[in-house]
């Protein structure tokens, strides 16, 4: 596999140069910030892609290029249009410098979610966590979602309320800044109020609905997308399943089955991300590598443990340590790599997905997950790992 390393631009604390000596050889990263409503241009690409290649390194995987809420909710359907066409430029000029592989994600309002970005581990660093209690905590108390609590249990509404009691008014805001004013990557920030107004756009839209708008946009992107030899890797909703009465679509085997047969080409495939798919127990991720191998354009390996008395929490674990079989995915995902070589075909890019902080990464400000330290002990375990595997099956 290429091993690459996600990289959040020219203000990343960590470094090209620290990339590098990880052992990375490209690079993950986007126009962060860039205006959501006019494409990328080739100037910019450029610039940016000759950055990278003065350190050494190649820009391997745009992610992400974001979605609109325009296309996913496709309420103003002028508009929606108009954001496709967005989207479809901006592939055609990454296209034209030479870029192939483009990550993007289909989750309503939220891009990936935690409740704690600084949750002690067993053994001193730091870790992200999805602790349901305290989402729930935030939903009925702090957002006080109209309709929430017919989501939950008597029981789990009062855990909650125990939560949201036992949290002062700093807690509170933190848990508010961690929940909606974005993580890295999402390139949102809402407010409480915004964030309500937001959810109310969606009180029309279901599954289904969702599912047709999300269709409606692979039937306009993949050709474009195919015709200038680009791989579309959509991720997987993080984490797996609806929050805040939002459907999510991307969760499943079954949906990843349904994201294939949307529209059949090498330009539609996933971002296999076993930390995303990996959240739900009936995922069988050694299974699902197997089967979508072929699809797979784009890989995340980090591993979550799900807590005993309630899986529907969870901390990211080390990266071997988590509840997936790492070992069997790299295992069948080599077996894809070989498969493609014989056909004289396409690179797996690789990246360590989020890490503990460890160590001197205490002393610098990094993206939550995105340290270097803990990332670069990540990379280390999987290449391990990966040499350990060729060598042997
Ligand atoms: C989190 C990331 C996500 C991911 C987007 C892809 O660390 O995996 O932010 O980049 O969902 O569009």
Redesign the pocket.
Known sequence: MEHTWRWFGPDDPVTLSEIRQAGATGIVTALHGHAPTVPWSIEEITERKALLEAAGLSWSVV??VPVPEAIKQALDIPARDRAIEVFCSTLENLAACGIDTV???F?PIL??TRTELEWPTETGGRALRFDQTSFAAFELFILERPGAQALYSEAEIEAARRCFEGMDELARQRLVTTLIAG????DQHYTLAQFLEHLKAYEAIDEDRLRDNYQYFLQKVVPVAERVGMRLAV?PD?PPRPLLGLPRIVSTAADARWVIDQVQSPANGLTF?TGSWGVRKDNDLVAMAREFGPHIHFV?LRATRRDLEDPQSFIEADHLEGDVDMVGVIRELIGEERRRAGEGGARLPMRP??GHKLCDDNARQTNP?YPLIGRLKGLAELRGVECAVRRLC
Do not use: A, I
């Open positions: 992610e992400s990550c993007y994600n989750m891009d990936w993580l890295p990557g999402s991720h993080d991300c995340h997905d989020h997950g």
